[in-house]
T-cell receptor, first 111, second 114 residues
């Protein structure tokens, strides 16, 4: 089966840096997505990693290590509006390319 | 440009009833996927359609069915509703059915079963 693990909840202070980890054990791998989902809203795309290494996009960066089955999302200069659920999703290989989502990490940013 | 639109936004049904949820993808997108999201969980894949053909099916019972129309819009049908079907149903579209393009999600239909 497919297994994607993320911490359930994290808290951080406004202006700080937070790292949200995702580990996966899947039958095949064809890339990893990070999505942000505010309460009651649709998930929005943040990043996509298919090769090992760090991808930086403004305040958000995403890292992938395929050999370790590990990714993280790094959020810098946290703002209150960053309080949301962060979803890790693995795109499996083998024809379907449908992303399989983890349970999501609820991030609470406090003043 | 309009994003992915879903209707209705909210729906209340009773056990045993039938429901149809609708989705219009972003203009130019040919792939539509449906997900079920229970509170506190990540989205669970139900169906993917590309060019009006089913490309993938998740682990859901036969009570769940879907189709895609020539204009690439899609419907998700659920028969014999159960209390456990209460969830947010998300539709996502992408340019193609595969590749690196991210999926763009609609705001979802919140379905409550009484």
């Amino acid at each position: 089966g497919q297994n994607i693990d993320q911490p359930t909840e994290m808290t951080a202070t406004e202006g700080a840096i937070v790292q949200i980890n995702c580990t996966y054990q899947t039958s095949g791998f064809n890339g990893l997505f990070w999505y942000q989902q505010h309460a009651g809203e649709a998930p929005t795309f943040l990043s996509y990693n298919v090769l090992d290494g760090l991808e930086e996009k403004g305040r958000f960066s995403s890292f992938l290590s395929r050999s370790k089955g590990y990714s993280y999302l790094l959020l810098k200069e946290l703002q209150m509006k960053d309080s949301a659920s962060y979803l890790c999703a693995v795109r499996l290989s083998g024809g379907s390319y449908i992303p399989t989502f983890g349970r999501g990490t609820s991030l609470i940013v406090h003043p | 440009d309009a994003g992915v639109t879903q209707s209705p936004t909210h729906l209340i049904k009773t056990r045993g009833q039938h429901v149809t949820l609708r989705c219009s993808p972003i203009s130019g997108h040919k792939s539509v996927s449906w997900y079920q999201q229970v509170l506190g969980q990540g989205p669970q894949f139900i169906f993917q359609y590309y060019e009006k053909e089913e490309r993938g099916r998740g682990n859901f019972p036969d009570r769940f069915s879907a189709r895609q129309f020539p204009n690439y819009s899609s419907e998700l049908n659920v028969n014999a509703l159960l209390l456990g079907d209460s969830a947010l149903y998300l539709c996502a579209s992408s340019l193609q059915g595969q590749g690196q393009q991210p999926q763009h999600f609609g705001d979802g239909t919140r379905l409550s079963i009484l």
